[in-house]
């Protein structure tokens, strides 16, 4: 296992997270208190101090059951929680991104926690009611209070974010160290304008539905559907989703890996930071994921991946990667030019070359 630094806080937080969405049974698909002991020991013992969480997964068992397996370890890791979504039906102030909503949920997280501080508080999501102002001050002021360490954003536009950042920067406000949202070989939509506003601006990316529900696995080639299926595959390659699984299937069998392996290994390569959210119900399931840390594909082979899921990014990216355009931006030596600010893992120039 590698760590990573979570954006420009120095915190160090291993290359891939632990999921627990399906820590709890209230929701009719998760494992008991038993089960996510052992998958906790498992992530653990492979190196991995990155725990994510949410207030109302399973109706906030999660966080309860996250609390119970962290009491005399609690240090060992990075605990990360989210605050956005409706707690209470029928109370309108228990959902929203409001002073109020934010200081009730931070409250009710901590003590199910069975702790004092949250290493990072994510926004769940965008709460167009809530000015990007109050927002950011009052994340400011638990972080002034002690009682988060840093904070995150999920699911936003990238202006937004970039805009909620900048104002933070300019108020001496806590700005967002990490950026949560769903990403994998079969949605690279956000390869338009999330990911590189994260590149542009330091910002770790904390990949949701890494294997697409699923059908990143290739067990989905013969027909049927994943557990989530109330979230659509987007299809925004130029070919079909079916065509890139079997490219991940092709490459897992000739390197003796699983799909699962490369799929999540696609995304610990990809350029800037990406660090895959693992979502589990069975140790093997969770154990076979880990084993994506240990996978090196090769130039040939992320290429391949690449060319199979590329994303059509739309006006004005793909105008702007076009050879003919780049040549006239940056000049007919472009070639030569290599900004390391912005390398990728494949060690070409991600910001000029169009292939990218």
Do not use: C
Request: aromatic residues 6%.
């Amino acid at each position: 296992m590698r760590y990573q630094i979570l954006g420009r806080s120095g915190v160090r937080v291993s290359e891939v997270a632990l999921g627990t969405l399906t820590f709890g049974e209230d929701w009719g698909f998760g494992v008991d208190r038993t089960t996510s002991a052992r998958l906790l020991d498992v992530y653990a013992e492979a190196g991995g101090n990155f725990i994510d969480t949410a207030n109302f997964y399973t109706d906030g068992d999660s966080e309860r059951i996250v609390g119970e397996l962290l009491r005399g370890r609690r240090d060992q890791f990075v605990l990360a929680t989210k605050f956005t979504v409706e707690t209470r039906t029928g109370d309108p102030n228990s959902a929203g991104n409001h002073r109020k909503s934010l200081t009730g949920s931070l409250e009710a997280s901590l003590r199910r926690l069975g702790t004092d501080h949250i290493d990072l508080l994510w926004v769940h999501a965008r709460d167009t009611l809530t000015p990007v102002p109050e927002l950011m001050r009052v994340l400011d002021d638990q972080v002034r209070l002690g009682k988060v360490g840093h904070v995150g954003v999920s699911n936003w536009p990238a202006w937004e974010i970039a805009q909620a950042n900048t104002l933070a920067e300019l108020r001496d406000w806590s700005p967002f160290v990490g950026l949560q949202t769903r990403y994998n070989l079969l949605e690279r939509s956000v390869e338009r304008e999330l990911i590189p506003m994260a590149n542009g601006l330091g910002i770790p990316v904390f990949a949701w539905g890494a294997l697409a529900e699923g059908r990143l696995t290739g067990k989905y080639l013969d027909g049927g559907q994943g557990r989530l299926t109330t979230i659509e595959p987007e299809e925004h390659s130029k070919v079909g989703s079916d065509e890139v699984v079997r490219e991940v299937v092709k490459i897992a069998e000739e390197g003796g890996w699983t799909p699962a392996q490369v799929a999540l290994a696609w995304l610990i390569a990809r350029p800037g930071v990406v660090v895959p959210i693992l979502g589990a119900t069975r140790e093997s399931q969770l154990a076979d994921n880990l084993g994506a840390t240990a996978v090196r594909l090769d130039d040939a082979q992320l290429a391949r991946l690449d060319d199979a899921s590329r994303p059509v990014l739309g006006f004005p990216q793909d105008m702007l990667r076009q050879e003919v355009t780049i040549a006239k931006v940056y000049g007919d030596r472009w070639r030569d030019i290599v900004d390391r600010r912005t390398v990728g893992a494949r060690g070409i120039n991600d910001g000029l070359h169009p292939a990218r």
